[in-house]
Each structure stands twice: as structure tokens, then as C-alpha cells.
């Protein structure tokens, strides 16, 4: 213990070191600073989580979440939200028909609002992913500041591309209650769901301590 | 240690209400809170309290030719129930309510454990739970959503907010404030026993 600590002062004179170059390795969960000594798995002494290096198999979990992402992003967009039934007329709306009703009616901001929420954020996201794993492959030494604050902002917009489901379903309650107008929720939500819940799987199965990892 | 980009690094004493940042990438660290535990747990409190309004009063009252419509939050998912898609149900109730409400019942427990020192169990498991459930509780989101929802429905009924709506509305206040004010390495560090013993350092 002794002597890991004066390594460490040693080594910090002169430049950033890695901890897993110690063979210190940082708890998920609580980020509790563990001595791994030499092995490759233990537990969290203080939250009882695994702790590894670097997530295991971080790269492959990543990109399998990405894509099955990517293909249900197709159905979510093009499949309809909702479909609204009033006296015996039956109409469909997908995601970027009721942009453009909001922009017929001149809400313009509330247009913004539903595309860039549900249309943009999601494709952003897996682009964004998709880039930082790229470069991770391609052992790029490249503004690894740069990924890693896209990293961080994929992380905390994600979540937004949920709006248009809860739409859907405020609006499915309040209008079935009235008995003329019945309104159904279509396909395109579970797609939705699942892009929203499979980006932020392979956005968490990502670690980014992997894009610091590549040196000259 | 940087749990972003793993930098290994001495972390000097931060005065209340600054923060440190990471040496490489510039992660915020470590943030000194002004105010001691109390503050968090006040907070979560008062969230409690709107939670359990925000979910048992109606959000919005509608009225469409003389009949008056209303629904609760969860009346939002029951719907779907009702209509034979649980599944849809549950990816509207999960985020909105169950997963918010256990977030906030869990941290009440672990807050007020620690202030009062009670010791109680799975302390512990309890916080690495609410570590891993925070991303997945989309109050905020919901929030927009009933806004949006709002703008739609003015075009063909009456729509008068509820009780619900404006407690759901302080109680996203509140409940962001919550989490601004927590450190979770002072959190986890209260409940540090047996880390040391067990041959680990200390957090950095």
C-alpha cells in the first residue's frame, strides 16, 4: 500500500497517469477507488457492485444496442403515433404529421419543440455513439476532449425523445373519456420507447475512460 | 480518480459551494454543497409531499360539450390497461411515477438514516439502486408532455389545470433542487464503514 502510494506521487510529478495503470480501478456505482491487486474482477467493498478496469466488453454491448437503436428508429418515424377515430372518420398521425399541423396552425415553437425532441435527438444521439465508437476502433488520438463532452450531452438529452409518448398517452386518456372522439395509440410508441430505451443502454454499456485510453 | 477518463489525482479541500474539476477532461468531481445534509433532506421531504398530491389529484379537468372530463397521472397509463396494451401502460407509468417515487422514497431513507444516525440496513444497496435508477425517472419530460398535450386539446375542449399539474409542477422544482444539493462522495463516504478494512482508499 505503501509503496502504491509513493508510485503514485512519482508518477504524478511528471504527468496524468490512469489509475488502471496502477492498478487502481474506480467502482461504478460509487466510485469508491479500488486496489484491484491483480485481479481483473472483485466487488465493491462499500456498495457491493462488480468492479472492473473498464466496463467488459464495452465496444460490442455498445455497438448491438446502437443498432438495434438505429432500426427501430425507422418504424418510429414512419408508423403512426396515433390514430384518431371521430364519428366513423379515421385518421393516423405519425411523428412528422403533427409537426406539420402544429406549423399549419402557426405554433412554429411547439413544431421545434416535437421534431427536435423526437425526430433530431434520437438520430443525434446514435450518431454520436456511433462516432465515439469509431474513433475508439480506430485507436484515434484525436480531441478525446471533445468526445467526451458529447458523451455527456448524448447523456443528459437522451431522455427528452419520451416527449412525444407522453403526449400521446395525455392525450389518449383525456379524449377517451368523451365518447365521440376515440384515439389509439399506434406501433410507432413502442418503437419510440425502445429507440429511447436502447440508446441509453448502449450510451451506459459505453465507458468512457476507453476514448482517454489511446496514446500517441 | 476521474470516473470519466480514469486520471489519477489528488483532489484538494473544496471550500462550500465550490467545486473541483477533473485535471484531463474537466468532470466535475467533487462539489462542497453549502449547507450540511440537512438541506437534501428537507428537500425530499417536501418532494414526498407534492409526489403524493401530484399523483392523487387530477392533472387537468376537460370539458367537451357539457361533460366533464378528468384524469390523475396514472390515469394516463390505466388507460392502456383498459385498452389492452399493458405494455405501452408501463412505458408511460415506469418513468413518470414508479420510478421518480422510488428514487425519492428510497434517498428519504437513506437521508434520514444518515442524519440521524439509525443505521439502518441496506443503506448501502438502497443508494447504488437510486445510482443506477435516476436516469430513468422522466418527470421533467412528462411535465413537457402535459404542456404540449395542453396546446393540443385547447382547440377542441375547455381545459382547466387540476391540483395535480401544479404540484407536479413544484415538484420538479423541488425535486431538481434535491439533486443539485446532493454530493453523492459525501453521501457514499457517511456510509463508509468497512471500505478501509477491506484494504480500499480513499475516494479521489
Given at each position: 500500500?505503501?509503496?502504491l502510494?509513493?508510485?503514485?506521487?512519482?508518477?504524478?510529478?511528471?504527468?496524468?497517469?490512469?489509475?488502471?495503470?496502477?492498478g487502481?480501478?474506480?467502482?461504478h456505482?460509487?466510485?469508491?477507488?479500488v486496489?484491484?491487486?491483480?485481479?481483473?474482477?472483485?466487488e465493491?467493498?462499500?456498495c457491493?457492485?462488480?468492479?472492473?478496469?473498464?466496463k467488459?466488453?464495452?465496444?460490442n454491448?455498445?455497438w448491438?444496442?446502437?443498432i438495434a437503436?438505429?432500426?427501430?428508429y425507422?418504424?418510429?418515424?414512419?408508423?403512426?403515433?396515433m390514430r384518431?377515430?371521430?364519428?366513423?372518420?379515421?385518421?393516423?398521425?405519425?411523428?412528422?404529421?403533427g409537426?406539420i399541423?402544429?406549423?399549419?396552425h402557426?405554433?412554429?415553437?411547439?413544431?421545434?419543440?416535437?421534431?427536435?425532441?423526437?425526430v433530431?435527438?434520437?438520430?443525434?444521439?446514435?450518431?454520436?455513439?456511433?462516432y465515439i465508437?469509431?474513433?475508439?476502433q480506430r485507436?484515434?488520438?484525436?480531441?478525446?476532449?471533445?468526445?467526451?463532452?458529447?458523451?455527456?450531452?448524448?447523456?443528459?438529452?437522451g431522455?427528452?425523445?419520451?416527449?412525444?409518448?407522453?403526449?400521446?398517452?395525455?392525450?389518449?386518456?383525456?379524449?377517451?373519456?368523451?365518447?365521440?372522439t376515440?384515439?389509439?395509440?399506434?406501433?410507432?410508441?413502442?418503437?419510440?420507447?425502445?429507440?429511447?430505451?436502447?440508446?441509453?443502454?448502449?450510451?451506459?454499456?459505453?465507458?468512457?475512460?476507453l476514448?482517454?485510453d489511446?496514446?500517441? | 480518480?476521474?470516473?470519466e477518463?480514469?486520471?489519477?489525482?489528488?483532489?484538494?479541500?473544496?471550500?462550500p459551494?465550490?467545486?473541483?474539476?477533473c485535471?484531463?477532461c474537466?468532470?466535475?468531481l467533487?462539489?462542497?454543497p453549502?449547507?450540511?445534509?440537512d438541506?437534501?433532506?428537507?428537500?425530499?421531504?417536501?418532494?414526498?409531499?407534492?409526489f403524493?398530491?401530484a399523483?392523487?389529484?387530477?392533472i387537468?379537468?376537460?370539458?367537451?360539450a357539457?361533460?366533464?372530463?378528468?384524469?390523475?397521472?396514472?390515469?394516463?397509463?390505466w388507460?392502456?390497461?383498459?385498452?389492452?396494451?399493458?405494455?405501452?401502460?408501463?412505458?408511460?407509468?415506469?418513468?413518470?411515477?414508479?420510478?421518480?417515487?422510488?428514487?425519492?422514497?428510497?434517498?428519504?431513507?437513506?437521508?434520514f438514516?444518515i442524519r440521524?444516525q439509525?443505521?439502518?440496513?441496506h443503506?448501502?444497496t438502497?443508494l447504488?439502486?437510486?445510482t443506477?435508477?435516476?436516469p430513468?425517472?422522466?418527470?421533467?419530460?412528462f411535465?413537457?408532455?402535459?404542456?404540449?398535450?395542453l396546446?393540443?386539446?385547447?382547440?377542441?375542449?375547455?381545459v382547466l389545470?387540476?391540483?395535480?399539474f401544479?404540484?407536479?409542477?413544484i415538484?420538479?422544482?423541488?425535486y431538481a433542487?434535491?439533486?443539485?444539493?446532493?454530493?453523492?462522495?459525501?453521501?457514499?463516504e457517511?456510509?463508509?464503514?468497512?471500505?478501509?478494512?477491506q484494504?480500499?482508499?480513499?475516494?479521489?
Amino acid at each position: 500500500m505503501l509503496e502504491l502510494m509513493s508510485r503514485v506521487r512519482l508518477k504524478m510529478a511528471n504527468e496524468i497517469v490512469s489509475a488502471k495503470d496502477l492498478g487502481i480501478a474506480g467502482c461504478h456505482t460509487c466510485g469508491l477507488a479500488v486496489n484491484m491487486q491483480n485481479h481483473d474482477h472483485v466487488e465493491c467493498p462499500r456498495c457491493g457492485s462488480g468492479v472492473h478496469y473498464r466496463k467488459p466488453d464495452s465496444i460490442n454491448r455498445a455497438w448491438a444496442f446502437l443498432i438495434a437503436a438505429f432500426i427501430m428508429y425507422i418504424p418510429a418515424n414512419t408508423q403512426p403515433m396515433m390514430r384518431t377515430t371521430s364519428l366513423g372518420s379515421e385518421s393516423a398521425d405519425t411523428i412528422m404529421s403533427g409537426v406539420i399541423y402544429f406549423l399549419s396552425h402557426g405554433d412554429w415553437h411547439l413544431a421545434l419543440v416535437i421534431f427536435a425532441a423526437s425526430v433530431m435527438l434520437p438520430l443525434l444521439k446514435i450518431i454520436a455513439i456511433a462516432y465515439i465508437l469509431i474513433s475508439i476502433q480506430r485507436g484515434s488520438t484525436q480531441r478525446k476532449q471533445e468526445k467526451t463532452n458529447l458523451y455527456r450531452i448524448a447523456e443528459i438529452l437522451g431522455k427528452w425523445s419520451m416527449l412525444d409518448i407522453f403526449v400521446v398517452g395525455l392525450m389518449v386518456m383525456l379524449v377517451q373519456l368523451g365518447r365521440l372522439t376515440t384515439i389509439d395509440p399506434g406501433p410507432a410508441c413502442i418503437a419510440f420507447a425502445l429507440v429511447v430505451i436502447l440508446t441509453m443502454f448502449a450510451e451506459e454499456a459505453l465507458d468512457p475512460k476507453l476514448i482517454w485510453d489511446q496514446t500517441e | 480518480m476521474c470516473h470519466e477518463c480514469d486520471a489519477l489525482q489528488r483532489v484538494p479541500a473544496v471550500e462550500p459551494g465550490h467545486d473541483a474539476e477533473c485535471v484531463r477532461c474537466g468532470l466535475r468531481l467533487f462539489r462542497n454543497p453549502k449547507g450540511s445534509i440537512d438541506k437534501p433532506l428537507a428537500l425530499i421531504i417536501a418532494s414526498m409531499i407534492l409526489f403524493l398530491i401530484a399523483n392523487i389529484y387530477p392533472i387537468m379537468t376537460l370539458t367537451i360539450a357539457g361533460v366533464k372530463l378528468t384524469g390523475t397521472i396514472t390515469d394516463t397509463a390505466w388507460v392502456f390497461v383498459q385498452q389492452g396494451s399493458p405494455e405501452i401502460a408501463a412505458i408511460v407509468w415506469l418513468p413518470s411515477v414508479l420510478f421518480p417515487g422510488l428514487t425519492i422514497a428510497g434517498l428519504f431513507y437513506v437521508l434520514f438514516s444518515i442524519r440521524f444516525q439509525m443505521n439502518w440496513p441496506h443503506t448501502r444497496t438502497i443508494l447504488a439502486w437510486i445510482t443506477h435508477l435516476l436516469p430513468w425517472g422522466m418527470m421533467d419530460v412528462f411535465l413537457l408532455g402535459i404542456l404540449v398535450a395542453l396546446v393540443k386539446l385547447v382547440a377542441l375542449a375547455d381545459v382547466l389545470l387540476g391540483t395535480g399539474f401544479y404540484a407536479f409542477l413544484i415538484l420538479i422544482f423541488l425535486y431538481a433542487a434535491t439533486i443539485a444539493s446532493l454530493e453523492p462522495h459525501t453521501l457514499w463516504e457517511s456510509l463508509n464503514v468497512r471500505a478501509d478494512e477491506q484494504g480500499a482508499f480513499e475516494n479521489g
